[in-house]
């Protein structure tokens, strides 16, 4: 009967290590959320860093330069994505360009970064800047959007291409009118979780959107003023940017206390981003089948 | 003028043809960005060698990263401390979250399938997207402190930066372990339980013999993670380049020493080019890793 006091002792071992994992991932989570919730308050999301802890202008630049990745980044992606799989399906170049995406999502982001630097800040001349960010988060983001977008488009079935044909429309019309919009769940979720991703990245960051936030003015609309919330070329600290800055430049007491009430900020957003993909692909796959 | 519009293309055509060079230009983006990403950093990261003359064999096996020139214009500098430090922390990272991943894996795939999927991997999947730099801060406030303490030193050094990856990873090599052990066909588990194994016999002798080599890749791909990650190491590992001669003596990996000195020095000089070569070394390493999951997979086909 030795096999079976085997099964018992892996089994039991098995349970108990997973057990304490999971124990201290809710201990790590956690101290994070416990820690920080004291510094949090209405004037830490609203008062500038130059007037104490806040951080309310490295809040707006992560919003800031979420959207405008996301904006330079989705159009690509979802090109990209129809070429690779309904175009070019099983054709060398989609072979080959597969090839490339891969071998660019496993580029570490500091590669991303130190690319955008010497093209848009040195070669460019664009300087730590807004746009510098966006264009290297793009960089960033490019090839796991693909990805995810070419996964979804892949889970159609091909039935409806054929049908289409069939029908007489062109490939173009079969792939906007039916294969993105039962593609749209997956695409969604998606982009919600490149959403997290791109939120707190900081490496592809530094030296591209820079590591200063200066203080913004909510109200100045003139996006070549470089007061303005909205101007392009001014350089924009993000969250997870200002919390590696204040722990490496050790600026003493204060720094903690803005780390740890910046990252509960970060945890909630990235948690909300995750929740939010998962609730979007149910809800929207419920209404596409039934 | 009949006839013309016989052979002239129809509006579907004229669309269908727009569509597809939209989306091949998109194509074209991305190869483009990958050739000019690996253009730009291998002409600026060669230029040590072509321009400053600093011989290749003595940059990879020194480990003085001395950036004055002597009296000849000659530099002496040498990148084998980082190298070493850079595989030291990530192999001891990968050695120790691996066993924890698979078993993890294991867990939620073969023993528990329902409470692991609603409540394991979820947990998994939000410790995924924690960002780095959450890592590096509970790194340099909590893990530096006590290993300072247990173990003497600063704290900072090798074993700090390899447990902070080896959190990191761990969810990188949980999640991909999952969807690896759950592609392994369920009539196989059938088979094996009605020749009576029990559940360890089938874990053990069928769904890990056969998700061996997908188990492999999802373990190089959370070595190529944990290699490339830069502003969490660089937070604990004590930036000092130096051979490492313990596991708590302070030193540098090439991704920190990028990260902490890539803006402090000047352009087109010696101590900056020498950096952009290891940014060279560093995407060399990062497609070679690609090409080992690529010899994987394939192998795995052939099979």
């Known amino acids: 009967m030795n096999r079976y006091r085997t099964d018992k002792f892996a089994r039991g071992l098995i349970y108990t290590i997973v057990g304490a994992i999971i124990a201290l991932i809710a201990i790590f989570i956690g101290y994070l959320l416990v820690q920080g919730w004291s510094t949090i308050s209405w004037s830490f999301l609203t008062t500038a860093s130059d007037d104490g802890l806040g951080i309310r202008d490295q809040l707006f630049n992560s919003l800031y330069l979420l959207i405008l990745t996301l904006l330079l980044s989705f159009p690509i992606a979802l090109g990209s994505a129809i070429a690779l799989t309904i175009y070019g399906k099983k054709s060398r170049f989609a072979a080959i360009a597969e090839m490339a995406i891969q071998a660019l999502s496993s580029l570490p982001s500091i590669i991303i970064g130190l690319f955008g630097f010497l093209l848009l800040v040195l070669k460019f001349k664009i300087g730590f800047s807004v746009l510098s960010g966006a264009i290297a988060l793009t960089f960033f983001n490019l090839p796991i959007l693909t990805q995810s977008i070419s996964l979804a488009i892949a889970t159609v079935p091909e039935a409806r291409m054929t049908a289409g044909v069939s029908l007489g429309v062109s490939k173009w019309h079969t792939i906007t009118k039916v294969i993105l919009p039962e593609a749209m769940p997956g695409m969604i979720s998606g982009i919600v979780l490149s959403a997290g991703r791109v939120f707190g990245e900081a490496a592809a960051l530094i030296y591209t959107a820079g590591q200063s936030a200066p203080k913004l003015d909510y109200f100045n609309w003139n996006i070549f003023d470089a007061n303005s919330f909205l101007n392009p070329l001014r350089p924009a600290e993000t969250l997870a940017v200002h919390i590696w800055k204040v722990n490496t430049e050790g600026l003493g007491a204060n720094a903690e206390a803005i780390s740890k009430g910046t990252i509960v900020i970060l945890i909630l957003t990235i948690l909300a981003f995750n929740l939010l993909a998962r609730q979007l692909s149910r809800r929207l796959q419920r209404k596409i089948y039934h | ?303």
């Open chain 2, 1 to 303: 003028m009949k006839e013309d519009k016989l052979f002239a293309r129809s509006k579907e055509i004229r669309q269908d043809n727009w569509g597809r060079l939209l989306c091949y230009i998109s194509v074209t983006i991305l190869l483009l960005l990958v050739v000019t990403i690996v253009y730009f950093i291998s002409s600026k990261g060669l230029q040590t060698f072509t321009k400053n003359h600093v011989n290749v064999w003595s940059f990879l096996t020194t480990a003085d990263w001395n950036t004055s020139l002597d009296a000849h214009g000659h530099a002496d500098i040498g990148a084998l401390a980082l190298i070493t430090t850079s595989f030291s922390t990530t192999m001891l990272a990968a050695a120790m979250a691996t066993p924890l991943a698979f078993v993890i894996a294991i867990y939620v795939v073969a023993l528990k399938p329902k409470f692991g999927q609603r409540f394991v991997q979820p947990v998994i999947e939000l410790l995924l997207g924690i960002p780095s730099v959450v890592y590096g801060f509970i790194g340099l406030t909590v893990l530096v402190p006590i290993i300072r303490g247990r173990f003497g030193g600063t704290g900072f050094g090798i074993l700090a930066g390899a447990l902070i990856l080896a959190l990191m990873i761990l969810p990188t090599i949980t999640s991909l372990s999952i969807e690896s052990l759950r592609s392994v066909d369920p009539s196989y588990q059938k088979f094996a339980y009605t020749l009576g194994c029990t559940h360890w016999q089938m874990i053990y002798h069928v769904m890990l013999r056969i998700s061996a080599k997908k188990l492999m890749i999802a373990v190089i791909y959370g070595i190529a993670r944990a290699f490339g990650e830069a502003l969490a190491v660089q937070m604990v590992i004590g930036n000092t380049v130096q051979m490492p001669t313990s596991l708590v003596s302070p030193t540098a990996t090439l991704t920190s020493k990028l990260t902490t000195d890539i803006g402090n020095t000047i352009d087109g000089t010696l101590p900056n080019n020498a950096l952009w070569t290891l940014a060279l070394i560093l995407l060399l390493i990062s497609l070679a890793f690609n090409l080992i999951v690529k010899g994987f997979t394939r192998g795995g086909e052939a099979k």
